[in-house]
């Protein structure tokens, strides 16, 4: 992947890793990469590692078995960590009686970090007109940016931010949604992790789900989410299919349907369900992106890789009537649920969800 | 190191703890100071007179009366010095920002005996301008250049230092600030000053001549006369010991436990 040819020092890698708490296997055998120049999503339910891999990459928690390092290094080793990475792991790593400048103070001190950038980072997050006000009266928001001020002090190359848009307001969540995608503009490898991919799926270039301490799929995120199909209705399919494949576009499903428009109206309305439940594969083998999406029902074809107006051209060229002609968007929350569940709990997968 | 004890000191100077603290021990002393000095030598509740100002155990006594209350703050500020960043859950940063655990630790102990020190100055100071009043007013001798009197101000200081260390490793292995201050309070002021009482009553004094609290009045060599018991102290330079090695073996423990802990 990118990875092999960006700048090692700013690669975040995880090897093997392994974190028995008790007789809670919290990290199971999970290794992945994280490159720079892109933000990566690090996406699981609740529960599923996250928390306890970045703690271990920060060196704050001791893995049973297996790597985390950053740039090749462990964190522990790291001659000038602020400097290298900078991490938000909780917004509520603060003390209430303390305010947020004299916070970050404390903490610019460790690395010699002039007051100047404090200020500066303070100003950065949106927080300048309260950096003097205890931290006990910040809302859940402002913690957040404070804790996001604290990562950036140092002007680290590596972030590692955990569930950074818990308690942000949807304005807030926007203006982080532009400011880790300007970061990575920059060059330096953002790490998000996050319980919702819906939270972070305008955010993110890579994915990399886990669950259950074990990883799930790495890739980028047009690769979950699979080329844009449309979906188009008619009473007559087998000529609109040939029509469009003249044409010289990818035609799925139709003909079985024939010329009987009384079928098609109950089978156009169940397309939404086929296309969700498909998600469902639940073989283990994350079969998702192309190829993975159920059968169109009688009456209504897939052509994959053009768009509705060009689809509805061909149609309007041909004569033919249509009853429907919609993009097919994928369904990226039901796909990672579909990913992330745990068989034992979710018990058996529903019927025909895995053809 | 010096900016990991640069940052260890902005931390106990940006919360209002430290200065609370300050007030309390200073009002303490003063208010010690004055009542050991007007009550000294005179019979109180009827019973035979305690001993006078013309004592120089007496005079160290007044002018170190604050110690008690002084060395006990010590220990809540080592204590939340420690236990305060599990609570506030600020180790993290702490730990992010100085992933080599053992620099914490020392930083912290450095800045926690220099700040315990500056107690010890303020308690010494509070009860020797209060104490040397009141004596002067009765018409004793101040006695602050002979009698020991200033070897026992200064290591009334030490004594108030060694104790933050103590706090230290309390909070390092208790890592509720709530339960591990009732603790060491509850230790330090009630339960460990009633079995050095109980010990000497039961004339086996030699054995709790090595508890941390009379460890530190040895430093002081107060007056130990009145109650009908004589408590048994160690020399001066035994206490100092004595503490110092309490204060050695927490240090070491709160290092040992804090390297190794996972934080989560």
Redesign the interface.
């Given at each position: 992947m990118a990875a092999a040819v960006a700048d090692p020092s700013r690669v975040v890698a995880v090897e093997h890793l392994t974190k028995r708490f008790g007789s809670v296997l919290a990290v199971d055998d999970l290794s992945f990469a994280v490159a720079p120049g892109r933000v990566t999503g690090f996406l699981g339910p609740n529960g599923a590692g996250k928390t306890?891999t970045l703690?271990i990459l920060?060196?704050?928690?001791?893995p049973s078995s297996g790597r985390a390092t950053i740039g090749g290094h462990a964190?522990?080793?790291?001659p000038d960590?602020?400097h290298t990475v900078g991490?938000a792991?909780?917004a509520?790593?603060?003390?209430?009686?303390?305010?947020a400048r004299?916070h970050l103070?404390?903490?610019a001190?460790?690395?010699?970090i002039p007051g100047r950038r404090v200020d500066e980072v303070l100003g950065l997050v949106g927080l300048a007109d309260s950096a003097r006000r205890r931290v006990g009266g910040y809302s859940m928001g402002m913690r957040q940016r404070l804790a996001l001020a604290?990562a950036m002090l140092g002007d680290p190359a590596v972030l590692l931010l955990d569930e950074p848009a818990n308690g942000l307001d949807p304005e807030g969540i926007r203006w982080l949604r532009g400011f880790l995608r300007h970061l990575a503009g920059e060059g330096r490898t953002v790490l998000v992790s996050s319980h919702m991919l819906s939270e972070v799926r305008q955010t993110v270039d890579d994915v990399v789900i886990i669950a259950r301490g074990r990883l799930i799929r790495q890739a980028p995120l047009e690769d979950l989410e699979g080329a844009p199909a449309t979906l188009v209705r008619t009473p007559t399919p087998g000529p609109l299919a040939r029509a469009l494949t003249t044409a010289g576009m990818a035609v799925e499903g139709g003909p079985a349907g024939g010329d009987q428009p009384g079928t098609a109206d109950g089978a156009g309305a169940a397309t939404g369900d086929g296309a969700g439940a498909a998600t469902g594969t639940g073989t283990g083998s994350a079969v998702l992106g192309t190829g993975s999406r159920a059968a169109p029902p009688d009456g209504v074809l897939r052509v994959r890789g053009s768009a509705p107006s060009s689809v509805g051209a061909v149609a309007h060229r041909s004569g033919i009537e249509l009853h429907e002609l919609r993009l097919e968007v994928s369904d990226l929350e039901a796909t990672f649920l579909a990913l992330t569940a745990d068989p034992d709990e979710q018990g058996p997968i529903p019927e025909g969800a895995a053809r | 190191m010096i900016r990991l004890i640069r940052s260890e000191s902005l931390k106990l100077f940006t919360t209002r703890l430290w200065w609370g603290l300050l007030i309390g021990v200073v009002l303490t002393s003063v208010a010690f100071a004055i009542l050991a000095a007007s009550t000294a030598g005179r019979s109180l509740g009827g019973g035979a007179a305690s001993p006078g100002l013309n004592d120089p155990a007496v005079v160290r006594s007044v002018y170190t009366a604050g110690l008690g209350v002084a060395y006990v703050f010590a220990l809540a500020l080592g204590v939340i010095a420690m236990a305060g960043e599990y609570r506030h859950q600020t180790m993290t940063a702490t730990v992010l920002a100085s992933p080599r655990r053992l620099r914490i630790v020392v930083s912290k102990l450095i800045t926690l005996i220099a700040v315990g020190a500056g107690y010890g100055v303020a308690t010494v100071a509070a009860g020797v301008l209060a104490g040397a009043v009141v004596i002067a007013v009765r018409g004793g001798e101040l006695r602050l250049g002979s009698d020991g009197v200033p070897r026992a101000l200064v290591l009334a200081v030490l004594a108030v230092a060694l104790w933050t260390v103590l706090g230290l490793a309390v909070g390092t292995l208790i890592r509720n600030q709530v339960l591990a201050l009732l603790l060491a309070i509850g230790i330090a002021w009630i339960a460990e000053p009633i079995v050095a009482f109980a010990l000497n009553a039961l004339n086996v004094g030699e054995v709790a001549e090595y508890l941390p609290s009379q460890a530190t009045s040895a430093l002081v060599q107060p007056s130990t006369g009145g109650g009908g018991v004589t408590i048994s102290l160690l020399p001066w330079w035994g206490g100092a010991l004595v503490l110092l090695g309490y204060a050695l073996v927490a240090g070491a423990l709160g290092a040992a436990i804090t390297l190794r802990r996972d934080i989560t």
């Open positions: 306890t703690r920060l060196s704050l928690v001791t964190y522990r080793d790291l960590p602020l991490a792991l909780e509520t790593g603060f003390h209430s009686g303390r305010t004299d103070r404390v903490l001190a460790t690395a010699a604290a | -």
